[in-house]
């Protein structure tokens, strides 16, 4: 069984820093069972770069050392498979219970959920113009299908304007999975408390 859903960059579910654009999640996809490989599609808009450079160690990473990767954290990924975070050649991925966060944004991370980074550690710069660049699918698994919103956040390179390259970070909202329970199992939880309660009277009305 295959399950797939499809994000669009829209307003009613994702919020997006629209002054400068940055690295954005635009599609997002969901295959498998049992385990399930999330996959998200990485915009680079028009006015940005991707500059390699060292992965984040720590948080929150300063906006103001251009020796860091350019990257992207999705917050809160419940039901993280241990290393089976991958991407586009060139880019680092690591899975870490404290987000790599730019020091100028606020995203919103769980205490004790998996967050995953990826980040741009070999390579050419990635050139933003004329039009944009896709950057290709960055993927984890999750014991998880269900999708809920929670935060992302990028870095790049301004390429064009007063603030011409100087490091521009983003954050806004992406889906990932949900560590709330599956309808199915649900009701199998709900099933089985059913079964404990039967039981409990059935032995006290043995032992009246």
């Known amino acids: 069984m295959m399950k797939r859903f499809s994000l669009i960059c829209l307003f009613a579910m994702t919020l997006c820093v629209v002054a400068t654009a940055n690295i954005i999640p635009t599609n997002t996809s969901v295959t498998g069972s049992g385990t399930f490989t999330w996959n998200y599609d990485l915009q680079l808009s028009a006015d940005q770069n991707v500059n390699a450079g060292l992965a984040p160690t720590s948080s929150p990473v300063p906006h103001t050392n251009l020796t860091f990767a350019g990257f992207v954290t999705i917050y809160d990924f419940a039901g993280y498979v241990a290393g089976s975070c991958a991407g586009p050649a060139g880019w680092t991925c690591t899975a870490q219970f404290v987000g790599y966060t730019p020091d100028d944004v606020v995203p919103t991370d769980k ?3 998996v967050n995953i980074t990826w980040a741009y550690t070999t390579g050419p710069t990635i ?9 290709g699918t960055f993927s984890a698994k999750s014991t998880d299908s269900l999708p809920t919103l929670v935060s992302y956040t990028s870095r790049g390179i301004a390429n064009a304007g007063p603030q011409v390259g100087t490091i521009a970070d983003n954050v806004g909202n992406t889906q990932a999975p949900s560590d709330v329970p599956e309808p199915a199992s649900m009701t199998l939880m709900g099933s089985g408390m059913l079964g404990l309660v039967v039981l409990a009277r059935l032995r006290r009305q043995r032992g009246t």
């Not at 050139?127 to 950057?135: A, C, E, F, I, R």
């Open 111 to 113: 205490t004790g959920t």
């Open 127 to 135: 050139l933003g113009q004329p039009s944009g660049v896709d950057l």
